[in-house]
Nanobody, 123 residues
Framework: QVQVVESGGGLVLEGGSLRLSCAAS????????MGWYRQAPGKQRELVAT???????MYADSVKGRFTLSRDNAKNTVYLQMNSLKPEDTAVYFC?????????????????WGRGTQVTVSS
Protein backbone atom coordinates (compact mmCIF):
# COMPACT_ATOMS: atom_id res chain seq x y z
CA GLN A 1 0.00 0.00 0.00
CA VAL A 2 1.45 3.35 -1.06
CA GLN A 3 0.66 6.56 0.79
CA VAL A 4 1.45 10.14 -0.11
CA VAL A 5 1.03 12.56 2.76
CA GLU A 6 1.38 16.34 2.73
CA SER A 7 2.07 18.56 5.72
CA GLY A 8 3.03 22.12 6.54
CA GLY A 9 0.05 24.15 5.39
CA GLY A 10 -1.45 26.93 7.43
CA LEU A 11 -2.39 30.58 7.65
CA VAL A 12 0.23 33.22 6.87
CA LEU A 13 0.27 36.94 6.24
CA GLU A 14 1.00 38.33 2.79
CA GLY A 15 4.75 38.38 2.22
CA GLY A 16 5.30 35.53 4.62
CA SER A 17 6.70 32.04 4.08
CA LEU A 18 5.62 28.45 4.49
CA ARG A 19 7.35 25.14 3.88
CA LEU A 20 5.30 22.20 2.67
CA SER A 21 6.48 18.62 2.91
CA CYS A 22 5.30 15.57 1.03
CA ALA A 23 6.37 12.06 1.93
CA ALA A 24 5.71 8.84 0.06
CA SER A 25 5.69 5.58 1.99
CA UNK A 26 4.86 1.94 1.46
CA UNK A 27 6.16 -0.85 -0.68
CA UNK A 28 7.53 0.18 -4.06
CA UNK A 29 10.64 -0.02 -6.22
CA UNK A 30 11.35 3.69 -6.74
CA UNK A 31 9.81 7.10 -7.36
CA UNK A 32 10.08 9.06 -10.59
CA UNK A 33 8.76 12.62 -10.66
CA MET A 34 7.09 14.24 -7.68
CA GLY A 35 5.13 17.42 -7.82
CA TRP A 36 2.84 19.96 -6.24
CA TYR A 37 -0.47 21.17 -7.58
CA ARG A 38 -2.98 23.55 -6.09
CA GLN A 39 -6.68 24.17 -6.35
CA ALA A 40 -8.35 27.38 -5.29
CA PRO A 41 -12.11 27.56 -4.65
CA GLY A 42 -14.03 27.53 -7.90
CA LYS A 43 -10.92 26.93 -9.98
CA GLN A 44 -9.31 23.96 -11.64
CA ARG A 45 -6.31 22.22 -10.16
CA GLU A 46 -3.10 23.72 -11.54
CA LEU A 47 0.51 22.70 -11.60
CA VAL A 48 2.81 24.50 -9.16
CA ALA A 49 6.13 22.69 -9.53
CA THR A 50 7.62 19.31 -10.31
CA UNK A 51 10.95 17.66 -9.60
CA UNK A 52 12.55 14.65 -11.24
CA UNK A 53 14.41 11.90 -9.46
CA UNK A 54 17.61 13.59 -10.52
CA UNK A 55 16.53 16.94 -9.12
CA UNK A 56 15.48 18.77 -12.26
CA UNK A 57 12.72 21.22 -11.45
CA MET A 58 9.97 22.98 -13.34
CA TYR A 59 7.83 25.82 -12.00
CA ALA A 60 4.65 27.54 -12.99
CA ASP A 61 5.29 31.11 -14.11
CA SER A 62 3.18 32.41 -11.25
CA VAL A 63 5.57 31.01 -8.61
CA LYS A 64 8.96 31.32 -10.30
CA GLY A 65 11.44 33.16 -8.11
CA ARG A 66 9.26 32.73 -5.02
CA PHE A 67 8.87 28.95 -4.59
CA THR A 68 11.66 26.39 -4.42
CA LEU A 69 11.12 22.67 -4.72
CA SER A 70 13.71 20.24 -3.37
CA ARG A 71 13.89 16.52 -2.84
CA ASP A 72 15.43 14.03 -0.43
CA ASN A 73 15.45 10.69 -2.23
CA ALA A 74 16.63 8.82 0.86
CA LYS A 75 13.48 9.96 2.67
CA ASN A 76 11.15 9.79 -0.36
CA THR A 77 10.21 13.35 0.50
CA VAL A 78 9.91 16.64 -1.35
CA TYR A 79 9.83 20.11 0.17
CA LEU A 80 8.17 23.18 -1.27
CA GLN A 81 9.60 26.37 0.21
CA MET A 82 7.15 29.18 -0.47
CA ASN A 83 8.35 32.75 0.05
CA SER A 84 6.79 36.14 -0.63
CA LEU A 85 3.36 34.59 -0.45
CA LYS A 86 0.42 36.41 -1.99
CA PRO A 87 -3.31 36.12 -1.34
CA GLU A 88 -3.66 34.52 -4.78
CA ASP A 89 -1.52 31.63 -3.53
CA THR A 90 -4.39 30.62 -1.27
CA ALA A 91 -5.46 27.11 -2.23
CA VAL A 92 -5.40 23.48 -1.23
CA TYR A 93 -1.99 22.15 -2.20
CA PHE A 94 -1.77 18.57 -3.39
CA CYS A 95 1.32 16.42 -3.83
CA UNK A 96 1.68 13.62 -6.32
CA UNK A 97 4.28 10.96 -6.86
CA UNK A 98 4.96 8.67 -9.80
CA UNK A 99 5.52 5.37 -8.04
CA UNK A 100 7.36 2.55 -9.75
CA UNK A 101 6.25 -0.87 -8.59
CA UNK A 102 7.74 -4.22 -9.47
CA UNK A 103 5.41 -7.19 -9.86
CA UNK A 104 7.31 -10.28 -10.81
CA UNK A 105 9.56 -9.09 -13.63
CA UNK A 106 7.28 -6.24 -14.72
CA UNK A 107 7.62 -2.59 -13.74
CA UNK A 108 4.46 -0.53 -13.41
CA UNK A 109 4.23 3.23 -12.94
CA UNK A 110 1.23 4.70 -11.16
CA UNK A 111 0.53 8.20 -9.94
CA UNK A 112 -0.50 8.59 -6.31
CA TRP A 113 -2.00 11.72 -4.77
CA GLY A 114 -2.09 13.02 -1.27
CA ARG A 115 -5.23 14.44 0.33
CA GLY A 116 -3.97 18.00 0.27
CA THR A 117 -3.02 20.69 2.75
CA GLN A 118 -4.65 24.10 3.02
CA VAL A 119 -2.57 27.22 2.49
CA THR A 120 -4.24 30.53 3.28
CA VAL A 121 -2.52 33.86 2.69
CA SER A 122 -4.15 36.83 4.36
CA SER A 123 -3.67 40.40 3.11
Amino acid sequence: QVQVVESGGGLVLEGGSLRLSCAASGSFFSINDMGWYRQAPGKQRELVATISKGGNTMYADSVKGRFTLSRDNAKNTVYLQMNSLKPEDTAVYFCDAEIVGLTGLQFRVNKYWGRGTQVTVSS
